[in-house]
């Protein structure tokens, strides 16, 4: 199981629902039981998870900025062993354990004692001790509150009594606080005014005066403070034991991991028989990984996954660029086993969008530089290495785009070239936005239909893709033709052309549909009215040319804005303030503003053509660490 997990790319399934068992040879095998040990890792990661949030809380070195710097520790699983060896655990949390219980124990006081002067406050100028009222042998001496509510009830009682003395020396929120002597021989008369006012007595334990017992608690406050900061220091001190629990609680949840797999096996006394998947490029490494342990005492059977399966687990295969953009593909939905892998065909196209919406070459250098040197200074996970990568990637393509509208910061460099003028020319860059829609559209009929022919599926090629194609074209050139843009001699080509490929989609439609010749007449030009979807998906790409204006003139205004200010020392402070706060606002509004609609086009317009998804992610004999970067290099 250690090997399996050094080799890390298998993923188990239950031997009994794969392999095929008679009763008598099922009754051999057994499961593994594994409870006890489970509850044991779990019981560990408690520890481990006490012992982090009580250090981080008081070790800026963990958990502020220079802890975030530093970023999550590198290790491979050899390494991660070898270190784990060298560590004393229980000795390790007992000293973090004996220091929490004493700062817990410190901080109980401090709450204590807190309460009791909050609760003395009100009474704090009454000039008898609770000792002394207690003593008194004649006399009831009573301490205590009544409620608003009851007060009135409360004071008719009390001044029917002859041998009893009130006085209300305060007030705490609603409740009316009420020094009381009364006579013994009124006792059952005190009583009866006590309930009809609820009294509320209060009850100390100390000869001293509520003042003198506040100023007591109050220094013994100030002292268990003192030490309570003490051992706040010693847990601060424990910063590098911070890193052995990080390093141990991700060690021991790869045990869990590694000690769950367990369910889905079968053994006897000598045998012990798995099943599952690997990625078909790592079978040479894993029956390596597997003859290390078991010499040649072993039997492998292997068989490709069933293609059209929704139970295999898909594992994105990409080059080191393309793997940027696989987050994009899995927040969408992983293909299925018979899908193609969309990521390589969209993501040039994504970086492409990208940059035409957030086009200006100050803040693509900016969100370069910024990437540039996160990457170079901060230890990031391997997920967030890839976003960093991402948005790195992202700003070159937004500063070749800032280069072409000739934006810098939302202005123009007198004498700059610049290819397009967004603030003239945006009639212009419209109409290439709706051609960039139309090849987008275009390219994504194509890969459909290219997964048709693959597939032997010439008919409904020919129908879902060669009919859209014909209709579509015709429609374009024909309109075109009647502008004068395309030669007008051409129109009634175009207008045949339209008509054939519009009865194309009508049999197209009808085809699939079953019932009478009606229903499938109506199924088929329910087709045709996929036309109107296809208008909305060219509009839709207007949004290429949209944000990359509105991004421009708010950088535009900013610039104005800040130049009307300048002047005055005063103005030029506030104009520089306006600058840096507002570009970078505009700077988040375009990256954020480009980011969503480049997924949109790539979700709806793109991926609504050909691509279904719902695969599920293979799962890596690993468990997902949390503390450290484990094997990072598999990720770069």
Known sequence: MRELQLFRSVQFEDVKEVAEFDEELLSR????????????????????????DLISKYSPSVSGIKGLIRGLPNFTFEEMEKRISEIDFEKDYEEVKLLGDDLSRAESKISKRKEMIKELQPISNLDISFDELEHLKRFDGVVGGVSEKVLEPFLDEMKKMEYTYYEEFGQNKDEHLFFVVSDKRETEELNEAFRAGNFNKLKFDS??????????????????????????????EKAELADDFKLMYDYIGNLKVRESAQKDFMTTASICMISGYLPDFEVKRFEQSVEKISGEVYSIEYEDAERDSDDVPILLKNNR??????????????????????????????????????????????????????????????????NVRFFQLLGVSTTIWGFLYGSYFGASIPGMWKLLDLGTQFMTVLVISIAIGGIHLAYALAIKGYMQIRDGQYVDMFFDVIAWYITLAGIILFLLSTMGVVNPALSNIFKYCMIIGIVLLVIGGARGAEGNIAVRLVAGLYNVYGISSYIGDFVSYSRLMALGMSGGYIAFSVNMIAGMMWGSPVGMVAA????????????????????????????????????????????????KTKYINLDRHYED
């Open 29 to 52: 095998f057994k499961t593994i039981d594994f409870d006890d040990t489970i509850s044991s890792y779990d019981e560990k990661l408690n520890k481990c998870t006490y012992a982090i």
């Open 207 to 236: 000869d001293d005066l509520p003042m003198k017992k506040i100023e007591t608690l109050t220094s013994e406050v100030k002292e268990i403070e003192i030490e309570k900061a003490s051992i706040e220091q010693k847990i601060a």
């Open 321 to 386: 660029f393309v793997r940027i953009f696989e987050g994009i593909t899995s927040t969408y939905a992983l293909p299925k086993y018979n899908e193609i892998d969309p990521t390589p065909l969209y993501a040039p196209i994504y970086a492409f969008f990208f940059g035409m919406m957030s086009a200006d070459f100050g803040y693509g250098v900016v969100l370069l530089l910024l990437t540039t040197l996160g990457l170079k200074f901060c230890n990031f996970t391997p997920d967030m290495r890839k």
């Open 576 to 623: 520089i303030f306006i600058l840096v706060f507002f570009h970078a606002f505009n700077l988040f509004l375009s990256c954020l503003g480009a980011y969503v609609h480049a997924l949109r086009l790539i979700y709806v317009e793109f991926f609504g053509k050909f691509y279904e998804g719902g695969g599920k992610a293979f799962r890596f004999f690993r468990n």
